[in-house]
């Protein structure tokens, strides 16, 4: 049973996100708090698993409390609620694992609860492995008018597309705004290489690498990337790194 925290500062609000939290069958004991100030004292005394914060609350704000919440030995997992898109990326740099958007919608919801139970299997598995607990890297991105969070292990590559970038998973596509080049620098640790002026890849779903042919390619999925000349000494010392071997 996932123990959770609503902190709102309408209780309306409150009321309707917990009634709907109280019908999935995988939430225990909901905590309720009216301002920032108030959840962290409570936090203080009740360790939850995971807490649904609002962001325009007067006084501490759902991000200040996010950033409170990190200094926590038992930090909760985070789920941002609130009626606009515009703070998407900083609920990514906070690490949440969803943005839910007002009004929220039942099948939402239970997306969003499926991604808390993941993250906290996730953290429990490493905790026991290496005694410390890691979230996947979550990244904010807009489909259609409606910003949800993605994993950035599920992005297979990334497409330049001027000042924004597109990235690919196996179910869709999200443009973003970030420069190609911020990408390159801040995934090179999660081992994505620049493999063309307009590809990112990941080296994790590369499934064929043709590199000494007059048209260097790799294939992530369905799509056949080019690499170029330039960038392909930096590939190929990226691919012994990683103990991968180039199929000519």
Do not use: C
């Amino acid at each position: 049973m996932i123990s959770v925290l609503i902190a709102d500062d309408e209780q309306p609000a409150i009321d309707e996100l917990a009634f709907l939290l109280g019908q999935d069958p995988r939430i225990g004991m909901i905590h309720q708090a009216l301002s920032g100030a108030e959840a962290i004292r409570l936090l203080t005394r009740e360790p939850v698993d995971a807490a649904f914060l609002d962001i325009h609350m007067p006084g501490l704000t759902g991000f200040d409390l996010a950033r409170a919440l990190a200094r926590f030995e038992h930090r909760p997992v985070l789920v941002f609620v609130t009626a606009d898109e515009e703070g998407a990326i900083e609920a990514f740099d906070l690490a949440a694992v969803d943005y839910l958007l007002k009004p929220v919608r039942t099948e939402r919801l239970h997306r969003s609860v499926g991604r808390i139970a993941e993250a906290l299997k996730a953290g429990s598995t490493n905790q026991a492995a290496a005694g410390a607990s890691a979230e996947p890297e979550m990244i904010a991105v807009t489909l259609g008018g409606t910003t949800r969070m993605i994993r950035r292990d599920d992005v297979r590559y990334v497409q330049a597309q001027g000042d924004y970038a597109r990235l690919h998973t196996e179910e869709a596509s999200y443009l973003v705004r970030v420069p190609m080049s911020d990408l390159e620098r801040q995934w090179a640790d999660a081992g994505f290489v620049r493999v063309h002026r307009s590809y990112l890849v990941s080296l994790a779903h590369l499934s064929r690498i043709r590199l000494g042919s007059d048209h260097p390619s790799v294939t992530v999925g369905q799509a056949e990337l080019p690499v170029s000349r330039r960038l392909l000494p930096a590939l190929r010392d990226r691919l012994d790194q990683a103990m991968i071997r180039p199929r000519t």
